[in-house]
């Protein structure tokens, strides 16, 4: 069975500095992976994802994420965290033959302070 | 840029009632799905939709549910009779091709009293 583990449940940062948030997951194949960031009161607004090809990912708001099948891990990345960057995210997997069914982890929830 | 609309964003019932949520996928989008997540919980898979029929679906997704495109542009969740426990936010989702990044709407907030 497919699962997503994001093992933090929060991440504090200061403005400016670099921000990682964990991901690992464990599905057979080679999976779809893909980052999600949910504001208060809204919906999830997609950051990225990693089908094939390179492994580090670069997508919205100046994020990026590295795949490493060798540690099953999708940790995203952000070289200078802003304020604004505060927000859950959501790391989520879909085996390339359950297309849709995307398995999400619990999310981490981000706090950058100035 | 092409936003997924849900309506509406907050609904209130109570148990036993069947309670209709819209969704207008993105327009050129040829897949469709619902999503749940109960408050303080994951994000839940219920239902991905092609070709006008159910592609697959979870064990969430029992026979109180059901999904339907009425039309060209509508995608809606039908839960045939509320119960407590299917108080939570649901979001529906649209994706051009498997595989491509599924874009999701604000969701309905449903709760049950």
């Known amino acids: 069975a497919q699962s997503v583990a994001q093992p933090e449940d929060q991440v504090n940062v200061a403005e400016g500095n670099p921000l990682t948030v964990k991901c690992t997951y464990s599905?057979?194949?080679?999976?779809?992976l893909f980052w999600y960031v949910q504001y208060p009161n809204r919906g999830l607004q997609f950051l990225l994802k990693y089908i094939t090809g390179d492994n580090l990912v670069k997508g919205s708001y100046g994020f990026e994420a590295e795949f490493n099948k060798s540690q099953t891990s999708f940790h995203l990345k952000k070289p200078s965290a802003l304020v604004s960057d505060s927000a859950l995210y959501f790391c989520a997997v879909t085996p390339p033959d359950s297309w849709g069914k995307l398995q999400f982890g619990a999310g981490t929830q981000v706090v950058v302070t100035p | 840029e092409p936003e997924v609309t849900q309506t509406p964003s907050h609904q209130v019932t109570q148990m036993g009632q069947e309670v209709i949520l819209r969704c207008v996928p993105i327009?050129?989008?040829?897949?469709f799905y619902w999503y749940r997540q109960i408050l303080g919980q994951k994000v839940e898979f219920l239902v991905s939709f092609y070709n006008n029929e159910i592609s697959e679906k979870s064990e969430i997704f029992d026979d109180q549910f059901s999904v339907e495109r009425p039309d060209g542009s509508n995608f809606t969740l039908k839960i045939r009779s509320t119960k407590l426990e299917d108080s939570a936010m649901y979001f529906c989702?649209?994706?051009?091709?498997?595989?491509?990044?599924?874009?999701f709407g604000s969701g309905t907030r449903l709760t049950v009293v």
């Open positions: 327009s050129n989008h040829l897949y």
């Open positions: 599905v057979s194949g080679n999976p779809y």
């Open positions: 989702a649209s994706s051009e091709r498997t595989g491509g990044g599924y874009t």
